[in-house]
């Protein structure tokens, strides 16, 4: 079969580390040349039967398709990041930009496009042995304009959403700090999705949000995960004592850790942790 030769003029070093990704084996000889500014790397297969012909060429297409997805799409995302998002300060535009490119390169995401161009670039080379990688995506560049707007538009919904969350941790610090602390140290006690919380000596604290029943209509949409991160900030005490098995309730744990931060403090094994039913008032 004849050599498959690539070409392109962008980050040859990024190009040639995707390229020992792919071909790190002695099956096949690569070959690189230079012509000023463009590149071009010539790819043999060492074996001559035929039946690895079509393998090697799918190979080369896959190549082809991550060097345009990891590396020629870049500064097109960034284009196209600076015209969407002018009223984005320089940061958020470069977490946009990174989040949509990680968009891009997830393998669970525009299969069918990136099928379609994979088929494309497989047609192209098995034709013509030889893709300049430019002039390849600038004839097909609407294709990737499509997903790379879409990515863009979530990768925006996304870190709104984010924004939103970290004003809102922040509020809820702010009520921490600004609260006259009601206990000096509040255990926490989270067994089988049940929260309940008791003082340094042992006696229960009821400020009424844990004590709900679900079917009343205020607390429909509350959980009770939600109620007890408003007890925690309504009490604000000085030290919080959480008493849990290791590993549970990950979400929660970590919503009370940025609310409350060095206050807390974690307990896996002592004569509280090993409570199985909600303490009942005055015991």
Do not use: W
Not at 41 to 46: G, M, P, W
Not at 89 to 102: G, L, M, T, V
Not at 139 to 160: A, C, N, P, T, V
Not at 237 to 249: C, D, Q, T
Request: hydrophobic share 35%; with cysteine; proline share 1%.
């Amino acid at each position: 079969m004849q050599a498959i030769k690539i070409g392109g003029n962008l980050k040859k070093d990024e190009v040639q580390n995707l390229i020992n990704r792919y071909f790190s084996d002695s099956k096949v000889t690569i070959r690189e040349e230079d012509y000023q500014e463009r590149y071009e790397f010539e790819f043999t297969l060492n074996n001559k039967r035929n039946i690895e012909d079509i393998a090697f060429y799918r190979a080369i297409a896959n190549l082809i398709q991550d060097i345009i997805l990891e590396i020629y799409i870049k500064p097109i995302i960034i284009d196209r990041v600076l015209k969407i998002c002018g009223n984005y300060s320089s940061a958020d535009k470069e977490i946009i930009f990174a989040s949509a490119h990680s968009t891009i390169l997830n393998q669970n995401y525009y299969i069918k496009e990136k099928n379609k161009i994979n088929e494309e670039i497989l047609n192209h080379i098995i034709e013509n042995n030889h893709i300049i990688i430019d002039g390849f995506m600038n004839f097909r560049l609407r294709r990737y304009i499509y997903i790379l707007d879409i990515s863009i538009e979530k990768s925006i919904g996304e870190f709104e959403v984010e924004k939103e969350y970290q004003e809102f941790m922040n509020m809820l610090k702010y009520f921490v700090d600004v609260q006259e602390p009601k206990y000096e140290l509040v255990n926490v006690i989270i067994k089988n999705n049940d929260y309940f919380l008791l003082d340094q000596d042992n006696n229960i604290i009821e400020n009424g949000l844990l004590e709900y029943t679900p079917e009343e209509e205020f607390y429909k949409d509350i959980s009770k995960a939600d109620l007890l991160v408003s007890s925690l900030i309504v009490i604000s005490p000085l030290k919080i004592k959480i008493h849990i098995e290791e590993g549970e309730e990950e979400e929660l744990i970590s919503v009370i850790s940025k609310v409350f931060g060095d206050k807390i403090e974690f307990c896996h094994g002592c004569e509280k942790c090993e409570i199985k039913t909600k303490v009942k008032k005055g015991k």
